[in-house]
């Protein structure tokens, strides 16, 4: 079996490599295949395995197809810039106002907060005063009851 050992990726996707098991004609080919690798005889094992047809193995062009492609997906990985961090991280000691929180919608456009709206179990709008956000860290906020949102 010949496979393409190059890699294209990220400039297209490279094809799929099929197997299926080798039926009783190609026995001999394979046993001749495992014996010259046996005595290290790699390059004449490959060049013999590369002459023939509809034989399905793990050959060298299919190791080097592999190696390539994880070469090229380290390459793009390493090459892309790094993402921004979402999150915002403060000190606990610190005051979060919630004039200072921007939300964006899915085009990246900044929303008017007095656009959020809140609605209770009996769907009428509830106030966004009482929004409290916390890293985390510190557990459950004290002041916390079911009418609490955290963010």
């Known amino acids: 079996m010949l496979c393409n050992p190059i890699s294209y990726y990220p ?56 190696e390539n492609r994880i070469y090229n997906i380290q390459e793009y990985l390493l090459c892309k810039p790094p993402k921004k961090q979402p999150f915002i991280y403060y000190n606990e000691e610190e005051h979060f106002s919630i004039n200072d929180l921007h939300i964006f919608n899915d085009i990246d456009e900044e929303e008017n907060l007095s656009s959020i709206v809140l609605f209770t179990d009996e769907d009428a709008p509830e106030s966004i005063e009482h929004l409290y956000t916390f890293t985390g860290e510190e557990g459950q906020p004290p002041n916390a009851d079911i009418g609490t949102i955290w963010i």
């Open 11 to 66: 400039s297209k996707i490279d094809e799929m490599v099929f197997f299926q098991d080798n039926d009783l004609k190609k026995t001999e080919i394979m046993n001749h295949y495992s014996n010259l690798t046996t005595q290290g005889k790699y390059s004449e094992a490959s060049d013999y395995i590369c002459q023939q047809e509809s034989v399905y193995g793990f050959f060298a062009d299919f190791f080097n197809l592999i």
